[in-house]
């Protein structure tokens, strides 16, 4: 039999939290076959990016970390000394991390980036910018040798996750690591980045861990998962059969926690349901880049649109727009008044650790929403109309989990009276359970208060799980708008089928039993 290229047994982490220890890895076991792939998934501090780096030797120095054997391609990682890391770390693996803007410099062209991992290698400055080149061209980035000279924000989402795959690469690593690499990135681009990655592998022979809190991604596109849960590997097996027969009540849990493209969505407004917001024209532009190009939307009151699109689309700047918090030409106006003038608009963000203070309280950050937005409310009535337990209000964001920041941040847009909301992927970067359980919050505020939603997302499921229409921006222009069933089921714009066929492909055949399951 083939020796496995990753080998993990008893793998246990430790962290120092206030002078304590706490268990972020219980006793992990693990293979990867040469060539293979393995799917990590489970919710937000479950240990699956403390396993990476843990194989990367990428832990902060007060973590304790003990392996009866941790191997990566013939190397004993836990033994190797200061010249050896160095050199296992430049050859021997690979990272792609969650966020492709923070692993690049914004300073420098992402060409000259990739080509001092080539330098490092010993190739001449020539030598290492035709690699680049060629590198890029191997990724699918468009025209490379003129791309190579432009910055990171000169680039799309999944353009600059490219370049991060393209340098992650460049030393012909064995095992190649990505944490989350398609979270925030559309359908359409998503597919092409797991499409780009399937084929690279098989092409090359490296291994894979992938890690995500997307299931039917990763069934979809590893041969085995390993699920975990409060860092214990809870279950192990081939893709498909732990999707199609969880054995483990927590990974039942996960696989009912999908959202499906098939699932019925929300029933449709009536036709002639009294009008909220109007926006007529809008186009903005950031120097030369057009960003929107008159744009016409409607929003009903207590009526949930959603609007997806590509990276780059104009789909953030849109909802910007509308909160008031950029400005265009054209008008929008709520409630038959100009935006400006009326009760402000909310937002809540996709990332709450960049939108909450990390030196205000729970309660101090909803006491001063409430007293902004002249709501009628206090902080601990609005902490517990949205699922916050009262025991949060005294503690800093930090001190929180993903999704009960999320609830901090949505509670913060209920403060007031405001008769929309604009959500710009508030659910992206949770995992599963979590996201399934922010979702139901946000149907259960609109239902109970009747406020109107512009939900923003790249995930077509989740579309179908809370809008009653859905808009499709395409190059800041909106080019389909109908019923959620309707656009999903038989979208008539070419763009908007390619985004429903990029959808289903992510699911793939693996995940058919997923589907199955949720819908028994």
């Known amino acids: 039999m083939t020796e496995p290229l990753v080998s993990v047994r008893g793998l246990t982490v430790d962290y120092e939290v206030e002078g304590q220890r706490r268990r972020a890895v219980d006793g992990v076991d693990f293979d990867i076959e040469p060539g293979g792939s393995l799917g990590l998934v489970g919710e937000s501090g479950s240990g699956k990016s403390t396993i990476a780096f843990a194989l990367a030797r990428y832990l902060p120095a007060g973590a304790r970390v003990s392996a009866e054997r941790l191997t990566v391609a013939g190397h004993d990682v836990l033994g190797l000394g200061p010249r050896e890391l ?136 590893t041969e085995r998962i390993g699920v975990l849960e409060r860092g214990i590997l809870v279950e192990h097996g081939e893709a498909a059969g732990l999707v199609e027969t969880p054995l483990h009540p927590y990974s039942r849990v996960l696989v009912e926690a999908v959202p499906s493209l098939d699932a019925p969505s929300r029933p449709v407004e009536p036709e002639h349901a009294q009008p909220l917001l109007s926006v007529r024209g809008v186009t903005k532009r950031y120097g030369a880049h057009l960003a929107l190009d008159g744009v016409d939307l409607d929003i009903g009151r207590g009526e949930v649109l959603g609007l997806v699109g590509e990276s780059g689309s104009g789909k953030t700047t849109l909802g910007r727009v509308i909160a008031g918090l950029a400005r265009s030409e054209g008008t929008v106006e709520l409630d038959g008044s100009d935006a400006t003038d009326a009760v402000p608009v909310q937002f809540v963000f996709q990332s709450p650790d960049a939108s909450l203070n990390p030196r205000r309280t729970v309660r101090q950050t909803l006491t001063r929403s409430i007293q902004l937005l002249r709501g009628d409310t206090d902080a601990e009535e609005l902490a517990l109309s949205t699922g916050l337990a009262g025991d949060v209000l005294d503690k800093l964001p930090d001190e929180l989990s993903g999704g009960q920041k999320q609830r901090v941040a949505i509670a913060r847009a209920f403060a007031g009276r405001s008769p929309l909301v604009v959500c710009d992927e508030p659910s992206s970067a949770l995992d599963v359970s979590v996201q399934a359980r922010v979702l139901d919050l946000l149907v259960e505020l609109q239902e109970r208060t009747g406020v109107s939603y512009l939900f923003i997302t790249h995930d ?17 222009r909106i080019v389909e708008t109908g019923a959620v069933d309707e656009v999903l089921g038989t979208p008539r714009h070419p763009y908007s089928a390619s985004l429903v066929d990029a959808a289903r492909s992510l699911r793939g055949e693996t995940t058919r039993g997923l589907r199955d399951v949720i819908a028994a």
């Open 86 to 221: 160095r050199e296992y770390r430049r050859s021997s693996i690979g990272f792609v991390y969650q966020e492709p803007a923070r692993a690049l410099n914004p300073t420098r062209s992402v060409g000259s980036q990739v080509a001092e991992t080539y330098r490092l290698q010993g190739l001449r400055s020539a030598a290492a910018r035709a690699a680049t080149i060629a590198a890029f061209a191997d990724v699918g980035l468009p025209d490379p040798a003129s791309l190579v000279h432009r910055f990171p924000h000169e680039l799309s989402g999944g353009q600059q996750q490219r370049v991060v795959i393209a340098m992650a690469l460049a030393a012909d690593p064995r095992l190649l690591i990505l944490d989350e690499p398609t979270t925030g990135l559309d359908s359409r681009v998503e597919a092409e980045v797991i499409a780009l990655v399937d084929r690279l592998r098989r092409e090359r022979g490296f291994a894979t861990l992938l890690i995500s809190h997307n299931l039917p991604l990763v069934a979809s596109h």
């Open 460 to 476: 077509l499921a989740v579309v179908r799980r809370i809008a009653h229409r859905v808009a499709v921006l395409n190059g800041g």
